[in-house]
């Protein structure tokens, strides 16, 4: 960058400091800061979107992008990055689904009425984006009810095409809850049907890393049956992200639902060699075949696989299989030569139907993997695992950690998928002595420091209890001191793994 003098690295460090406002007050003083910092007010659209602005900001960039025909395709290709996460969302809030995307929720029928913002002409561009790209007439008919209403949700996911220079994409997880609309729109421009308008016709393959709904706390989900009917199932929702063969970095939340066959799928090449990282986070117990995608994932070095049970869901009668742990065995083997850092968890739905004597729940998809399963990757530096998994599903008060892992391993992980270890007043510090005195059996083992000798930290992590503090690190003095390692109890929403969460 030639502004200035000044060296594109140190224009990213100034800008950095600077909040939108700033970047927006700096504009309007000469046209050429405009021109050098139009380019980073631009460049990266970051909102809270649990926050009061959200609708504002989105109407607004619509408004701009509209009014401004001329420059419009410029401006779209000045944005690198949309992340659109809440920052917190209420641990003791239940998000109900929304039954279709013209939906209105009561903040968002406040805001119409009182809206200050004509906004006439953006419907009227928004209604010609869905018509160009929606191609059944009750699917249109239902986007211009949603557009007409002012959906956050729609307005974001009609953003998409535009957007050629795309690198980055993290939404939050009620864009899943709310009708699956970036995915709808992704599935349209992926699948191979002639979009009119040149400006529309977007294939995504700029996209290097995409985080659609990780952010899901396991204890503030609805009930994950889908009714989200308009204007598709899920699986049409979430598949056209897997088409996406140039990516390196994604992250899928999958909500337990169960089908995703993406071999059958047409348009799924199930070539992934440019993946890096992948976190597949809520997939079904009952759709282990999901997992044959690893065999394709030669330069994968970051994996997290999280498993769900849904009492709710009609399959939960179902019982896996060994075949369906026979997935799980011949994926992970694919990554033996490549994988750097794994994790992998459990959890039920709903949370308080838990099930802590999980022998039948989980034992016949992972007994395959012991013992010794985990030295045959020759390149892992970090394991986090259920503890179940670590001790063979036996009983955690008297068995001891597997000895059988990777001797490349420096840092080790052990998750308490449940809330309790088997103890119905639920105390958290009767688990921690429990894990804590596991841990100490395994760290003593007389050959321990040949089967690990890189091993430096081991964390035990947990669910904040319900009347606990925000997230909460203990380390473990006396562990530490005698061991000569760091270890520690970390409490937490338990979200994919420590080590596993991407870039």
Request: aromatic share 10%; with cysteine; charged share 25%.
């Amino acid at each position: 960058m030639s502004d200035f003098f000044l060296m594109e690295d140190v224009w990213d460090e100034i800008c950095e400091y600077l909040e939108t406002g700033d970047l927006n007050s700096i504009c309007l003083t000469s046209r050429t800061l405009n021109r050098v910092f139009t380019r980073y007010l631009y460049r990266k659209i970051q909102w809270d979107w649990n926050g009061k602005m959200s609708r504002y900001r989105i109407m607004s960039l619509w408004t701009t992008l509209v009014r401004n025909k001329d420059t419009r395709s410029r401006l779209c290709g000045l944005i690198r990055e949309v992340h659109l996460l809440g920052r917190s969302p209420p641990q003791k809030t239940r998000i109900n689904e929304s039954p279709g995307i013209q939906e209105c929720s009561s903040d968002l029928t406040s805001i119409t009425k009182n809206d200050k913002m004509p906004f006439h002409q953006e419907i009227d561009y928004l209604r010609f984006i869905a018509g160009s790209i929606i191609e059944s007439s009750k699917d249109r008919s239902d986007w211009y009810k949603s557009i007409a209403a002012r959906n956050v949700y729609a307005m974001v996911a009609l953003l998409l095409p535009f957007l050629h220079n795309l690198r980055s994409l993290k939404l939050d997880y009620t864009f899943l809850v709310n009708g699956g609309l970036p995915g709808v729109i992704i599935e349209r421009l992926t699948s191979g049907h002639n979009i009119y308008s040149a400006e529309l016709r977007n294939n995504f393959d700029h996209l290097k890393e995409i985080d659609y709904g990780t952010n899901a706390l396991q204890n503030n989900l609805p009930r994950l049956r889908d009714n989200t009917h308009v204007p598709s199932c899920f699986s049409s929702q979430v598949i056209p992200i897997f088409r996406l063969q140039k990516i390196k970095h994604l992250k899928v939340w999958l909500r337990s639902h169960h089908g995703l066959q993406l071999e059958r799928v047409p348009g799924i090449q199930m070539d992934y060699t440019a993946l890096k990282t992948l976190i597949l986070d809520h997939v079904s117990r009952m759709d282990c075949a999901l997992f044959k995608i690893l065999h394709g994932m030669k330069n994968l070095r970051t994996l997290h696989l999280g498993l769900n049970n849904d009492e709710g869901n009609s399959w939960y009668h179902a019982i896996p299989t060994y075949k369906d742990g026979e997935c799980i065995l011949n994926g992970l083997e694919a990554l033996y030569e490549c994988l750097e850092h794994l994790s992998i968890s459990f959890s039920s739905t709903p949370l308080g139907r838990e099930i802590t004597s999980d022998i039948d729940l989980w034992g016949v998809l992972f007994r395959s993997l012991m013992p010794g399963f985990f030295q045959g990757f020759t390149r892992l530096k970090t394991l986090e695992l259920p503890v179940q998994l670590l001790n063979g599903f036996q009983d955690i008060e008297v068995s001891c950690i597997n000895r059988g892992l990777p001797v490349t391993l420096e840092r080790l992980g052990l998750r308490w998928d449940f809330q309790y270890v088997g103890r119905e007043d639920g105390s958290n510090s009767h688990t921690v002595r429990v894990l804590q005195k596991l841990l100490a059996n395994f760290l003593r083992l007389s050959d321990r420091h040949r089967r690990v000798p890189l091993l430096q930290e081991v964390i035990i992590r947990l669910f904040i209890s319900d009347d606990g503090p925000d997230i909460a690190v203990e380390e473990c003095d006396d562990l530490i001191e005698k061991f000569n390692m760091y270890v520690g109890v970390r409490f937490d929403y338990m979200r994919p793994g420590l080590w596993t969460n991407g870039p």
